[in-house]
């Protein structure tokens, strides 16, 4: 069911898990819990965009960036529990903005993000969240999503 509401969507299945860049695992469950490593923007395989947020990147691409890299954070979650409708709610978000100085709006970056979590789930997709600028990102990503799941 969440996987077809993907697709409406987004227009395509839902990605594979993308493949750690360094020694890490893409998501790990603890409990009843289920928390991701941080997802850049990757979309087969490259990323969606490069740059800071309020320079190289537009708020809109920055908007797309947080919804891909929420979409390969549910893809790592499937990777551990392998089907979505085991989640029972989104408990947090953490949302980094590769931020240009004076970019002030990393809580509209990371709105991308939670919209979508909450078209997809409803209520249950009402989260916790940070939104923080920093100065640079893996790859120069423009976003970069950490996403802690409760499952059922």
Do not use: W
């Amino acid at each position: 069911m969440i996987e077809q509401k993907i697709k409406e969507l987004i227009g395509h299945d839902l990605p594979a898990a993308p493949k750690p860049l360094a020694a890490y695992i893409p998501a790990i469950q603890s409990g009843n819990l289920v928390m991701t490593a941080g997802q850049l923007p990757f979309k087969d395989g490259k990323l969606i965009s490069e740059g800071k947020v309020g320079y190289e990147v537009t708020e809109e691409k920055g908007i797309e960036c947080a919804k891909q890299s929420a979409i390969n954070c549910l893809s790592a979650i499937k990777s551990v529990i392998h089907d979505l409708d085991k989640i029972e709610r989104i408990v947090k978000l953490t949302v980094f903005v590769n931020s240009a100085i004076g970019y002030h709006q990393q809580p509209k970056i990371a709105n991308g993000a939670s919209e979508l979590m909450v078209q997809l789930f409803g209520e249950a997709g009402k989260h916790a969240r940070s939104a923080v600028g920093v100065s640079e990102l893996p790859m120069n990503a423009p976003v970069e999503i950490e996403m802690t799941v409760q499952i059922k």
